[in-house]
């Protein structure tokens, strides 16, 4: 599997697992221009979640956060910023959440609201 095919199989778990929780998903793969991409946007009762995921074969190589960049956060923040900027819809609470997939014992981590 390469590792943009196991970058969207996590993102299918994170999907599944967002939903089990009891997320509605809004949108998949939202760009920004050149400035990025955030991989899930989903609403919680009127919580809006900026998700980003990372997806591990395992643990080897470190956890799965700790490829999110600052340089990554920023682009993130950027086009959340944008995605709220655009929608017409206001929403009470907004933030930042990650998601962690371990490939190969499918366990997930969800992270919510971190601080930015």
Known sequence: MTNTQKGKYGEELAVKYLEAQGYKILERNFRYSK???????????????????KARSSGDFGHPLEAIS??????????????????????????LDAVSVFLKDGKIEHLENIEL
Not at 70 to 87: D, F, G, N, V, W
């Open 35 to 53: 400035f990025g991409e955030i991989d899930i946007i989903a609403l919680k009762g009127k919580h809006l979640a900026f998700v980003e995921v």
């Open 70 to 95: 600052r340089a990554k956060l920023e682009k993130i923040i950027l086009s959340m910023r944008h995605y709220l900027s655009q929608t017409q819809v206001k929403y009470a609470t907004y933030g």
